[in-house]
């Protein structure tokens, strides 16, 4: 089959791990892991109907916690308003070209260069919007680089170079499909800190949407010291919602 098929459910064949007792081989390329992992979650229609996701979620850090609603938009749009004590306290968004940031008072202001990039890439990176078979066709690069053992998994780790140099590391649980490690060097807030370090971000709690697999839990750690940065926790996801276009714009 192809990962062109848009039938849910079962893991493509070409795409299987293999079994104890043997009769069906693990993949051998990049395309067969990216089949597997595009059924895993739902197949390719399914993952293409999604225009837009609404996030309800809660954000846990070592100096505070807050709440966070988070909207994108096909073609590559994204808003997060961020709120502590039922008030909006920070909001920032790409429209598609440019980033921008509102602290709580005053207007907003453009986001520095690096900023509105790491805005970008959350947008493009699969799991929210796109999924990973959509990867080439947006001019991004994904090469199958091994197989890795990890806390006793087997995955199958992919190297995703979006079509502006950024790299990272993707992690294919060989038995589930699902990306459910990612790691990479960057900062972690980048107009806060722009240290870079090496982050592994770790998914889980994963659930069906209109279809679609998404994860509810998120936890990024410094992979160098085993320290955790920041945990979120999805509320609630929705699958195409309406949502008012200027609000990618301005305030």
Same mark, same amino acid.
């Given at each position: ?53 609404? +996030? ?133 807030? +980048? ?61």
């Amino acid at each position: 089959q192809s990962r062109h098929s848009g039938c849910g459910g079962a893991v493509f064949s070409a795409a299987t791990e293999v079994q104890p007792g043997g009769g069906q081989r693990a993949p051998k390329t990049g395309d067969e892991v990216i089949d597997g992992k595009t059924e895993a979650r739902g197949g390719q229609h399914a993952i293409e109907a999604v225009h837009s996701v609404g +996030v309800d979620l809660h954000i846990g850090d070592p100096a505070f916690t807050a709440d966070g609603t988070y909207y994108a938009a096909r073609p590559g749009k994204m808003r997060i308003d961020i709120k502590a004590d039922g008030k909006t306290v920070f909001t920032e968004a790409f429209d598609g070209t440019r980033g921008w940031e509102w602290k709580g008072k005053g207007d907003a202001i453009d986001a520095s260069a690096k900023g509105a990039a790491a805005l970008r890439h959350g947008v493009e990176l699969p799991g929210h919007l796109y999924g990973l078979h959509e990867m080439r066709q947006r001019g991004h690069r994904v090469d199958l680089i091994g197989r890795e053992k990890i806390d006793g998994r087997d995955y199958y780790a992919l190297r995703l170079t979006l079509n502006d140099g950024y790299t990272t590391n993707l992690y294919v649980d060989a038995q589930t499909w699902l990306i459910t490690r990612r790691r990479d060097v960057r900062p972690l807030h +980048v107009d806060i800190d722009p240290t870079p370090i090496t982050i592994e971000q770790r998914m889980s709690d994963f659930r069906n949407v209109s279809g679609v697999t998404f994860s509810f839990a998120n936890t990024e750690i410094d992979l160098n010291t085993g320290k955790v940065l920041e945990t979120t926790t999805v509320r609630a996801i929705t699958v195409n919602p309406k949502i008012n276009e200027l609000s990618f714009d301005k305030l």
